[in-house]
Protein backbone atom coordinates (compact mmCIF):
# COMPACT_ATOMS: atom_id res chain seq x y z
CA UNK A 1 0.00 0.00 0.00
CA UNK A 2 1.46 3.61 -0.98
CA UNK A 3 2.03 5.88 1.21
CA UNK A 4 -1.05 7.93 -0.30
CA UNK A 5 -3.39 5.61 -0.24
CA UNK A 6 -2.39 4.76 3.55
CA UNK A 7 -2.90 8.72 4.41
CA UNK A 8 -6.10 8.90 2.67
CA UNK A 9 -7.41 5.42 4.44
CA UNK A 10 -6.10 7.34 7.75
CA UNK A 11 -8.68 10.63 6.92
CA UNK A 12 -11.78 8.18 5.97
CA UNK A 13 -11.30 6.94 9.39
CA UNK A 14 -10.83 10.37 11.06
CA UNK A 15 -14.31 11.39 8.95
CA UNK A 16 -16.14 8.03 10.06
CA UNK A 17 -14.89 8.48 13.81
CA UNK A 18 -16.20 12.06 13.75
CA UNK A 19 -19.61 10.96 12.17
CA UNK A 20 -19.86 8.50 15.25
CA UNK A 21 -19.22 11.05 17.70
CA UNK A 22 -21.70 13.30 16.06
CA UNK A 23 -24.28 10.46 15.70
CA UNK A 24 -23.49 9.73 19.41
CA UNK A 25 -24.37 13.62 20.11
CA UNK A 26 -28.18 13.04 18.51
CA UNK A 27 -28.74 9.65 19.74
CA UNK A 28 -31.53 9.36 21.84
CA UNK A 29 -31.50 9.54 25.50
CA UNK A 30 -31.10 6.68 27.44
CA UNK A 31 -32.21 7.51 30.88
CA UNK A 32 -35.42 8.78 32.04
CA UNK A 33 -33.95 11.54 33.04
CA UNK A 34 -32.45 12.69 29.82
CA UNK A 35 -35.34 11.81 28.22
CA UNK A 36 -38.02 13.71 30.39
CA UNK A 37 -34.87 16.78 30.20
CA UNK A 38 -35.29 16.54 25.96
CA UNK A 39 -39.03 16.45 26.19
CA UNK A 40 -38.99 19.38 28.29
CA UNK A 41 -36.78 20.62 24.85
CA UNK A 42 -39.30 19.63 22.89
CA UNK A 43 -42.45 20.59 24.83
CA UNK A 44 -41.22 23.86 24.85
CA UNK A 45 -40.85 24.04 21.15
CA UNK A 46 -44.09 22.72 20.30
CA UNK A 47 -45.35 25.51 23.51
CA UNK A 48 -44.43 28.13 21.53
CA UNK A 49 -45.94 26.89 18.51
CA UNK A 50 -49.20 26.27 20.05
CA UNK A 51 -49.08 29.34 22.43
CA UNK A 52 -48.27 31.82 19.76
CA UNK A 53 -51.34 29.92 17.10
CA UNK A 54 -53.38 30.32 20.36
CA UNK A 55 -52.57 33.90 20.44
CA UNK A 56 -52.92 34.93 16.42
CA UNK A 57 -55.89 32.77 15.74
CA UNK A 58 -57.87 34.41 18.74
CA UNK A 59 -56.41 38.02 18.48
CA UNK A 60 -56.06 38.54 15.02
CA UNK A 61 -58.14 36.24 13.24
CA UNK A 62 -61.08 36.48 16.08
CA UNK A 63 -61.66 32.79 16.87
CA UNK A 64 -63.04 31.92 20.30
CA UNK A 65 -60.00 31.41 22.39
CA UNK A 66 -61.02 27.38 22.68
CA UNK A 67 -61.30 26.78 18.83
CA UNK A 68 -58.21 28.61 18.89
CA UNK A 69 -56.52 26.30 21.40
CA UNK A 70 -57.14 23.19 19.74
CA UNK A 71 -55.69 24.53 16.27
CA UNK A 72 -52.46 25.66 18.52
CA UNK A 73 -52.60 22.11 20.30
CA UNK A 74 -52.86 20.05 17.08
CA UNK A 75 -50.23 21.63 15.86
CA UNK A 76 -48.00 21.23 18.82
CA UNK A 77 -48.99 17.53 18.62
CA UNK A 78 -47.85 17.05 15.31
CA UNK A 79 -44.02 19.25 15.87
CA UNK A 80 -44.19 16.96 19.72
CA UNK A 81 -44.37 13.87 17.39
CA UNK A 82 -41.90 13.97 15.14
CA UNK A 83 -39.01 15.89 17.96
CA UNK A 84 -39.85 12.58 20.08
CA UNK A 85 -38.84 10.91 17.14
CA UNK A 86 -35.96 11.82 16.27
CA UNK A 87 -34.47 13.24 19.56
CA UNK A 88 -36.27 12.01 22.55
CA UNK A 89 -36.92 8.16 22.83
CA UNK A 90 -34.24 5.75 21.91
CA UNK A 91 -37.11 2.72 22.12
CA UNK A 92 -40.66 2.26 20.39
CA UNK A 93 -43.23 -0.22 21.27
CA UNK A 94 -44.42 -0.43 18.05
CA UNK A 95 -42.97 -0.69 14.98
CA UNK A 96 -45.58 0.71 12.65
CA UNK A 97 -45.08 4.39 11.88
CA UNK A 98 -49.16 5.00 11.78
CA UNK A 99 -50.13 3.04 14.66
CA UNK A 100 -47.43 5.02 16.60
CA UNK A 101 -48.64 8.03 15.46
CA UNK A 102 -52.46 7.35 15.99
CA UNK A 103 -52.27 6.01 19.41
CA UNK A 104 -49.56 9.70 20.30
CA UNK A 105 -52.44 11.37 18.77
CA UNK A 106 -55.37 9.59 21.36
CA UNK A 107 -53.08 10.52 23.87
CA UNK A 108 -53.04 13.53 22.98
CA UNK A 109 -56.57 14.48 22.15
CA UNK A 110 -56.96 13.33 26.32
CA UNK A 111 -54.12 15.80 26.85
CA UNK A 112 -56.17 18.63 24.74
CA UNK A 113 -59.09 17.23 26.85
CA UNK A 114 -57.09 18.50 29.79
CA UNK A 115 -55.59 21.29 27.85
CA UNK A 116 -59.47 22.79 27.32
CA UNK A 117 -60.67 22.01 31.08
CA UNK A 118 -58.12 23.43 32.23
CA UNK A 119 -58.14 26.93 30.43
CA UNK A 120 -61.64 26.75 30.58
CA UNK A 121 -61.46 26.36 34.50
CA UNK A 122 -58.91 29.02 34.76
CA UNK A 123 -60.66 31.49 32.53
CA UNK A 124 -64.18 31.17 33.14
CA UNK A 125 -64.62 30.14 36.81
CA UNK A 126 -61.00 32.08 38.28
CA UNK A 127 -61.54 34.81 35.64
CA UNK A 128 -57.49 34.16 34.52
CA UNK A 129 -56.59 36.00 31.35
CA UNK A 130 -56.75 33.07 28.67
CA UNK A 131 -53.36 33.43 28.31
CA UNK A 132 -52.78 33.08 31.42
CA UNK A 133 -54.34 29.97 32.20
CA UNK A 134 -52.67 28.16 29.16
CA UNK A 135 -49.59 28.52 31.50
CA UNK A 136 -51.38 26.33 34.06
CA UNK A 137 -52.50 23.67 31.24
CA UNK A 138 -49.07 23.41 30.19
CA UNK A 139 -47.91 21.90 33.04
CA UNK A 140 -50.70 19.52 33.71
CA UNK A 141 -50.39 18.57 30.02
CA UNK A 142 -46.77 17.78 30.17
CA UNK A 143 -46.60 15.53 32.87
CA UNK A 144 -49.74 13.97 31.59
CA UNK A 145 -48.51 13.18 28.15
CA UNK A 146 -44.88 12.39 29.02
CA UNK A 147 -46.11 9.60 31.70
CA UNK A 148 -48.76 8.07 29.18
CA UNK A 149 -46.51 8.28 26.41
CA UNK A 150 -43.06 6.75 27.88
CA UNK A 151 -45.26 3.77 29.11
CA UNK A 152 -47.34 3.13 26.41
CA UNK A 153 -45.36 4.05 23.38
CA UNK A 154 -41.68 4.27 24.13
CA UNK A 155 -41.04 1.75 26.87
Not at 5 to 20: D, K, L, T
Not at 75 to 103: K, M, P, Q
Amino acid sequence: MSAAQRQAGAVWRQIAEQQQRNSRRWAAPSTLFEQFARYLVVGALAFVLDFSTLYALTRFAGLHYLASAAFGFALGLLANYCLCRLWVFDRRTLSNTRVEFAIFALIGLAGLGLNEAVIWFFTEALRFHYLVAKLFSVAVVLLWNFGVRKAVLFR
